[in-house]
């Protein structure tokens, strides 16, 4: 053919397809997977940036710059050169002073624009009703925490000397932000100006202070400083940022991206296989047509050019549309949530859409290729011999370029290497073990079904004729069905998780610095006022120093959690028996009869980022006293139930010559506040600490992750139904001509109709059978090599899975296929001729 022009001849003929509705299915198959995923990018973006920001409010910023000596101030100017908001901070401990009494205090200076994220509240009297402030106090004034007035018996309105300073108290802290990353604190809260360091001469060279430079910004621009930053830090300065700072924090947050990434993979794979399958039916459908044009001259390479043209421009005009409905899709979603989404919800970027155009090419070459690379193939004589069809592709590049493309959408969705890696291998077991039950299952019932009903047998016949071509249709329904169970018990079970560790009679309240003479009576204060306690603890501070006689400092990474626990005093103490959420790793727990030597169980994490193993010899100083002991056992702790858990138990007896305090954290309701001030009148040098605000914090934040999952699993259930529409139409050509045979052979309408609902009715409950077996393979190698969860089987997904894919895939398919019943059965046998 000379003068052969692809694009426009690509173009001629699409819209000729398009007018005749060749392309509807495929168009809309692609349609869908890139709206679903623009949407869910759009909507888990703005959730995730909302919770972080939400969580941020903990660090009091976006990151922080923390040191034991002044930062350099090129770090404040270099922020600032980048258009980041800067604070200052510095704090220290100190004792604070009243006319009568003295209190050890945490000290926080800090300049105008603290907190940067998150809200300062304050009160004028004890108990009294708090307000928002976006002011710090002013110079010569100072805010401090309410258990700080009955240890010093003073008032509002008094002066507190601060060092060489007299500061007047003009109102009470009921909540700090970035407190909550440190609420271990021994000792209570002041808030003060920065501008009044100098004359409170506390801070001098020597001096034991925390310096701290908060940042925030947009994340483009924290992301260059954080680049810039990082190799000119030094080893006593730490940069901080919200995913790193809190623990409960920055393991909700990790679990809620986890589980947005698992919906949106099932979401989109699910999308692309419907894209598959329309290819599939669009490459068989143009066979003849690529027959002819290779009549008239064009080479297999032209042919396939052109046809790739279409391809091209078909995924250029479903991916644009696709965005825009994307974008429309995820904006009614917010307004149908406006109430239940918090109000500050970040506005949407553009990344999204880059996300959605790449996924949506990639799904379409990915899985749309293989099928079209048939058209190059077929050979001219086919316009005679229409029984002629084309080799397919090499079955390696098939499989190959489609295992390639998951592993990109799913490694695009999740950034996590080894939660892909853990999906593709589950999958493709799963995809292997489905297929070969549906083959068996298949073959075993032939002979009760040849005994059956004519509609039964009607039904079954060509699943039993073709085991093979009929197991695929089982293993591509049975896909459907595993990725919806699988989102759907990943949300129930993960869910269920993170509200089980967080319950509503959480500990809301810590305290600190009883002494030990007043143990029972702290008690039965406690049950007196009906709280309810964990056991209490003797608490001393120390500092581990060597591991195996080697200076510890030698045998740790910077930035690692063992580099930031040796770098400050561990909360130590001693126990006869191991708490009750602590589970031994390696090593057991004291002997029964006293060990003349001191022993130690260690936390997992910490000993695994220092290296230590059971026997070995830790050297500790406390209170000046060198101290050794060996390592008896390693211990999981659950850091998520707010109970006190520490790095190092010491056996019964290893400190008792130390000077120590006790510590226990217990609930009590809100409405009861009021009895915390008695509580605290009758222990003056009890610290009481309370964590109510981080506890609703925290419930927040995953309350919003609900909401997210509950919605994505909408797209998810979406998706499945568009490969569920995808399948009937694939095979919809063949059981016309099969009906119209039927129909000229003397069969009622009636009786197809009902053949047509058993057939679809035993494909669903085979692939709701196959499914649940795969799923429960699924979620056993995600709960085991991804999320480390403890896997259990799901008993009445048996039996409720394979009842609803029966009732699904039959109602579906009998819609489908109405047009086997209801066309002219001439017309369809002269068209195949």
């Known amino acids: 053919m000379s003068g052969f022009n692809s694009p426009a001849l ?80 510095v704090g220290f401990s100190s004792v604070m002073a009243s006319d009568s009494e003295m209190q050890l205090s945490s000290v926080k200076a800090v300049e105008p624009g603290y907190p940067q994220r998150g809200e300062l509240r304050i009160t004028d009297q004890p108990f009294g009703e708090e307000r928002t402030t976006g002011e710090i106090p002013a110079a010569g004034e100072v805010w401090i925490e309410p258990r700080l007035l009955n240890q010093l018996a003073l008032q509002v309105g008094d002066s507190l000397e601060v060092g060489y300073a007299s500061l007047r108290i003009s109102a009470l802290i009921t909540h700090e932000p970035d407190r909550a990353a440190d609420f271990y604190s021994l000792s209570p809260s002041v808030l003060m100006n920065l501008a009044d360091i100098p004359a409170t001469r506390i801070v001098q060279p020597g001096s034991r202070v925390s310096y701290r430079l908060l940042i925030s910004g947009d994340a483009p621009a924290l992301q260059g400083y954080r680049d810039w930053l990082e190799p000119q830090l030094e080893v006593n300065q730490r940069l901080t940022t919200v995913n790193d700072d809190n623990r409960q924090v920055g393991r909700a947050l990790g679990r809620a991206n986890q589980f947005l990434g698992l919906s949106s993979i099932a979401a989109v794979v699910l999308a692309g296989v419907a894209v598959a399958l329309s290819a599939g039916r669009f490459a068989v459908r143009h066979f003849d047509a690529s027959a002819l ?9 032209q042919v396939l050019q052109l046809f790739l043209s279409q391809l091209l421009m078909l995924g250029a005009l479903a991916t644009l549309a696709g965005l825009l409905l994307g974008w429309v899709v995820q904006w009614g979603l917010i307004a149908l949530l406006r109430d239940l989404l918090p109000p500050d919800l970040p506005a949407p970027g553009m990344q999204p859409l880059w996300i959605g155009a790449a996924t949506g090419l990639t799904a379409l070459f990915g899985f749309a290729l293989p099928p079209l690379l048939r058209l190059g193939r077929v050979a001219p004589l086919r316009v005679l011999r229409r029984d002629l069809a084309p080799m397919p592709s090499s079955s390696w590049f098939i499989y190959g370029l489609a295992l390639t493309t998951l592993c990109l959408l799913m490694w695009q969705f999740t950034g996590d290497l080894k939660l892909t890696l853990s999906m593709v291998f589950g999958g493709a077991a799963a995809a292997l073990l489905m297929g070969l039950l549906a083959w068996l299952l298949l073959r075993a019932s032939a002979a009760p079904l040849a005994r059956a009903s004519l509609a039964w047998r009607l039904g079954s016949g060509e699943l039993l004729k073709q085991p093979a071509a009929a197991a695929t249709q089982i293993l591509a329904f049975g896909l459907i069905f595993m990725s919806m169970l699988v989102v759907i ?16 009679d959480a500990p809301n309240h810590f305290a600190l610095n009883i002494l030990p003479e007043q143990a029972d009576d702290f008690a039965a204060q406690l049950n007196t006022i009906g709280a309810r306690s964990a056991p209490l603890y003797p608490v001393t501070p120390g500092r581990l120093v060597t591991i195996n006689d080697q200076p510890v400092r030698e045998q740790v990474t910077k930035d690692s959690q063992g580099e930031r626990a040796i770098n400050r005093d561990l909360s130590l103490t001693w126990a006869a028996e191991p708490a009750a959420d602590n589970q031994l ?31 070995d010899q830790l050297g500790f100083v406390i209170a000046g006293q060198t101290l050794s002991a060996r390592v008896s056992s390693i211990r999981e702790v659950d850091w998520d139930n707010f109970t006190p858990n520490f790095y190092m138990i010491f056996s019964p007896g290893s400190l008792n010559d130390l000077p120590a305090t006790l510590l226990t954290s217990f609930y009590l309701p809100s409405s009861e506040r009021a009895v915390l001030r008695d509580l605290t009148r009758a222990f003056p040098a009890m610290t009481l600490l309370e964590v109510e605000p981080i506890l609703e914090q925290i419930r927040s934040i995953l309350a919003q992750v609900t909401l997210a999952v509950e919605y994505v699993l909408v797209f998810v259930l979406l998706a499945g139904l568009t490969v569920l529409f995808a399948a009937l139409q694939a095979t919809l050509d063949q059981r016309l001509y099969q009906g119209a045979l039927l129909r000229t052979l003397g069969a009622q309408k009636a009786l197809l109709r009902r053949a047509n609902r058993l057939e679809f009715t035993l494909l669903g409950a085979l692939a709701g059978l196959m499914a649940v077996v795969a799923s429960e393979l699924a979620t056993w190698a995600l709960y085991r090599f991804a999320l480390d969860l403890e896997w259990q089987p799901h008993l009445l997904f048996w039996l409720l899975a394979p009842l609803a894919g029966a009732l699904l895939i039959g109602v579906a398919g009998a819609l489908g296929t109405r047009a086997v019943v209801h066309q002219s059965p001439m017309r369809l046998i002269n068209r195949s001729h």
Not at 41 to 57: G, K, Q
Not at 293 to 301: H, I, K, V
Not at 586 to 603: D, K, N
């Open 10 to 89: 690509a173009l001629r003929l699409l819209g000729r397809e398009w007018r005749s509705g060749e392309l509807r299915v495929l168009i809309l198959a692609l349609l869908i997977a890139v709206t679903i995923s623009t949407a869910i990018s759009f909507f888990t973006n703005r959730i995730e940036r909302s919770m972080t920001s939400r969580a941020a409010e903990f660090l009091g910023a976006d990151m922080v710059i923390s040191s034991r000596s002044p930062l350099p101030e090129l770090y404040a100017q270099q922020a600032s050169a980048q258009g980041l908001r800067t604070s200052a901070q």
């Open 293 to 301: 044009l290779r009549c008239m001259g064009l080479s297999r390479r």
């Open 585 to 615: 790793r390696e090593g057991s727990w004291w002997p029964s009869a006293p060990s003349e030597h001191s022993l130690v169980s260690i936390e997992s994490e910490l000993a695994d980022s220092l290296g230590i193993k059971l026997d």
């Open 489 to 504: 018990i990943l949300r129930t079970e993960l869910l269920s998780n993170w509200q089980d560790q967080l319950p509503a």
